[in-house]
């Protein structure tokens, strides 16, 4: 079970969170728990490192925020033991969750959960803080922002765990953001390669990495809302999401909706560099630094060729990473030859998803069409077997949302 910062928000969200795990253990589950940080702490120990130093060490920038974490899981245990269940917490460091890679985005590459699945065989509830494992060094590490769900199918993969259950503020995976279009339905059954898609590309209800290594590891992952009554029944006898494989979902015998959802994300930023030259090598000498720097392109352009040899190259990266893309770009300037560089922020990226477009064409061209007939202009474009993407003007994407979710038949029919 996993419960995210808004869950965790305050110590009556804590002790309510806690009446949920005790039901499930009541039912005879064992149970393994991953917390987050409570709403807003992580951001607020962020910026404490931030105004200690803004090029801070990002080795004891992970000492400070993987303590959200541990407040939580220690909290949580503590609650469940005031519900007479036997709890404890588990710190990264204490199974251990080993990672490797960088600080502040690190990546799970064992759990040694024989300590942990004794402890549960016993009746105990292990709490463990989500986010955070040891590095080799011996080291805390973080996983990056949204890492909490990814530590819980970690250890969901390592215990051999029936299902991971995600617990959060929606109540499962919608066609799109409801706050955006009314009639958006709740999906009772997502592939991965849907859900890998949908959340790289904006969904905020799962982390990508964290689907990516349920596909990997073959964990059946289901999307929960902990807020709940007391007197309601158990959450997860309420239809959530179920994210499974291809397979499964085939064996269910469903009727395959062409599109799975639309998605949104506001939090891109568009460079161009201007006059690069048109030669072997050119755009290696763009890339290669940001990939350096752990960097994420996604979207990318390259116009046509000038007639004195020289193109103009687009692409996105996160917002977050805006600033330190143009500082590395700066300082690769004499090696890459442009002339100029030009950041925009005020870009949306909207996403269609579906496996159903592997063995349906048209999916692109009713896109484009429905969103030229609301004068919506296509900065640029990116597709994947079952994502089709655009990048538009910032101000247009509510519009464009509600377009798509409308012109592939999404929307809700009124009961």
């Given at each position: 079970m996993k419960f995210g910062g808004t869950s965790m928000a305050g110590t009556e969200r804590i002790r309510?969170?806690?009446?949920?795990?005790?039901?499930?253990?009541?039912?005879?589950?064992?149970?393994?728990?991953?917390?987050?940080?409570?709403?807003?702490?992580?951001?607020?120990?962020v910026n404490f490192c931030r105004e200690a130093n803004p090029l801070y060490d990002p080795a004891e920038y992970d000492v400070v925020v993987a303590s959200g974490e541990q407040v939580t899981s220690g909290l949580l245990a503590i609650a469940l033991q005031a519900l007479g269940a036997q709890a404890r917490s588990w710190l990264g460091w204490q199974l251990p969750i080993r990672t490797v890679e960088a600080h502040a985005k690190a990546r799970v590459e064992t759990i040694d959960a024989d300590a942990l699945i004794a402890e549960m065989q016993k009746g105990v509830i292990a709490v463990i803080p989500g986010f955070q494992g040891v590095s080799e060094a011996g080291r805390i590490t973080t996983l990056g922002r949204g890492g909490s769900d990814t530590s819980a199918v970690a250890v969901a993969a390592a215990v051999k765990a029936d299902r991971c259950d995600i617990y959060t503020d929606v109540d499962g995976v919608y066609t799109t953001d409801p706050r955006i279009v009314a009639k958006?339905?709740?999906?009772?059954?997502?592939?991965?390669?849907?859900?890998?898609?949908?959340?790289?590309?904006?969904?905020?209800?799962?982390?990508?990495?964290?689907?990516?290594?349920?596909?990997?590891?073959?964990?059946?992952?289901q999307v929960l809302s902990s807020f709940i009554d007391d007197d309601a029944p158990a959450a997860d006898t309420i239809p959530g999401t179920m994210i499974v494989s291809d397979e499964e979902l085939e064996g269910m015998d469903m009727e395959r909706q062409l599109i799975t959802g639309i998605a949104h994300d506001k939090n891109e930023a568009k460079i161009t560099l201007t006059r690069v030259p048109d030669k072997p090598g050119a755009v290696a000498n763009i890339f290669g630094p940001l990939?350096?720097?752990?960097?994420?392109?996604?979207?990318?352009?390259?116009?046509?060729?000038?007639?004195?040899?020289?193109?103009?190259?687009?692409?996105?990266?996160?917002?977050?990473?805006?600033?330190?893309?143009?500082?590395?770009?700066?300082?690769?300037?004499?090696?890459?030859?442009?002339?100029r560089i030009i950041p925009d922020t005020n870009v949306a990226k909207i996403s269609v998803v579906g496996v159903g477009m592997k063995s349906h064409a048209g999916v692109a061209a009713t896109m484009f069409k429905a969103l030229a007939d609301r004068g919506v202009n296509i900065v640029a474009i990116s597709t994947s077997e079952i994502k089709v993407s655009v990048l538009i003007e910032e101000d247009y994407t509510e519009l464009a949302v509600r377009v798509l979710h409308t012109a592939y038949g999404l929307d809700a029919v009124e009961a």
């Open positions: 309510r969170v806690a009446r949920i795990v005790k039901r499930q253990q009541d039912a005879g589950h064992e149970v393994a728990v991953v917390v987050s940080a409570m709403a807003g702490e992580t951001d607020r120990l958006a339905r709740k999906l009772r059954h997502v592939t991965y390669e849907e859900m890998l898609e949908l959340a790289s590309v904006g969904a905020k209800v799962l982390q990508t990495r964290s689907v990516g290594l349920a596909m990997k590891e073959g964990v059946r992952v990939a350096e720097a752990a960097i994420n392109v996604d979207m990318i352009i390259q116009n046509v060729g000038r007639d004195k040899g020289e193109t103009d190259v687009t692409f996105t990266v996160p917002a977050a990473d805006l600033a330190r893309s143009l500082d590395l770009l700066e300082a690769a300037k004499s090696e890459i030859g442009f002339n």
